[in-house]
């Protein structure tokens, strides 16, 4: 059975700072990963797909990348709107979600 | 423009049967897979099930005894039936489309890109 894990649980980080959020899978899952961002009452939104592709409409200061079992996400400059948890999910046999990660700006 | 749209009873009593439907507007449910997500209060997401346009599913493991899916592509609609639920079963349930391109020479995995709004689902007598 597959294991995903994101670090950190929690961060806290000012306007304009970079971070690299991750998520790393107990076993190879190649570029079959996205990054959603879900803020308090709204379903998630897809931001990257296939590890380092972005979705439609997502500003280009957010980057994926990795593949087999260590990925990241980077945000370069953060806004006050980027504060939301941010979820890794795989996909193996079935897709599986990490635990998410809680950023406030 | 692609919308998901969940529908279904808030309260449902402990031991029955919780169905749920997704109304897909602006795209066709031909040849596309279609998940259901949900997520306790408080808590991270977890997957459900997902269903092709053929009607072949794979549910998860931990829910496969009591999950059951459905698609009707005369009305462009997916369903989900969850069975004996419990308290644990609460949670916000969502309905998505999730996208794949199957080439020779790989695959290229596209996640999850729609979701609906949600619907809050609440387990009680």
């Known amino acids: 059975e597959i294991v995903l894990t994101q670090s950190p649980g929690t961060l806290s980080l000012s306007p304009g700072e970079r971070v690299t959020l991750s998520c790393r899978a107990s076993?190879?899952?190649?570029?079959?990963l996205a990054w959603y961002q879900q803020k308090p009452g709204q379903a998630p939104r897809l931001l990257i797909y296939?590890?380092?592709s972005r979705a439609t409409g997502i500003p280009d200061r957010f980057s994926g990348s990795g593949s087999g079992t260590d990925f990241t996400l980077t945000i370069s400059s953060l806004e006050p709107e980027d504060s939301a948890v941010y979820y890794c999910?795989?996909?193996?046999?079935?897709?599986?979600f990490g635990q998410g990660t809680k950023l406030e700006i | 423009q692609v919308q998901l749209q969940e529908s279904g009873p808030g309260l449902v009593k402990p031991s029955e049967t919780l169905s749920l439907t997704c109304s897909i507007s602006g795209d066709s449910i031909s040849d596309q897979y279609w998940n259901w997500i949900r997520q306790p209060p408080g808590k991270g997401l977890e997957w459900i099930g997902t269903?092709?346009?053929?009607?072949?599913?794979n549910y998860n493991p931990s829910l496969k005894t009591r999950v059951s899916m459905s698609i009707d592509t005369s009305t462009n609609q997916f369903s989900l039936r969850l069975t004996s639920v419990t308290s644990a079963d609460t949670a916000v349930y969502y309905c998505t489309r999730e996208r794949w391109l199957r080439t020779p020479e790989r695959d290229f995995y596209f996640g999850m890109d729609v979701w609906g709004q949600g619907t809050a689902v609440t387990v009680s007598s």
């Open positions: 296939d590890a380092s």
């Open positions: 269903i092709f346009y053929s009607g072949s599913t």
């Open positions: 076993q190879s899952v190649g570029t079959f």
């Open positions: 999910q795989l996909y193996d046999t079935s897709p599986l």
